[in-house]
């Protein structure tokens, strides 16, 4: 009987888990990356880093490029409206 109970307080647990929170139709990736460590190349740093592009892929949807922001070693920028 104990295990019954258990057994049923399991089983809910992990039907509160999946139902109860309704995921996000869309969603975004937010983009911060220190580029510092790739300066200690000393031809990257005297060239230095003007420009970064990320590339997202997943199987069965479009692949989507998007350019990121580039200031003080730092490139940031954002996707939104990812399935």
Do not use: H, P, W
Request: overall charge positive.
């Amino acid at each position: 009987m104990k295990r019954t109970y258990v057994a049923l307080a399991l089983l809910i647990m992990i039907l509160i888990a999946v139902t109860g929170c309704a995921s996000a139709k869309k969603g975004r990736l937010d983009f911060a990356m220190d580029l510092s460590s790739l300066l200690k190349n000393e031809a990257v740093s005297r060239a230095g880093i003007t420009k970064v592009t990320v590339t997202l892929t997943r199987t069965g949807y479009d692949t989507i490029i998007q350019d990121l922001t580039v200031s003080n070693n730092v490139a940031t920028g954002r996707v939104d409206n990812l399935a």
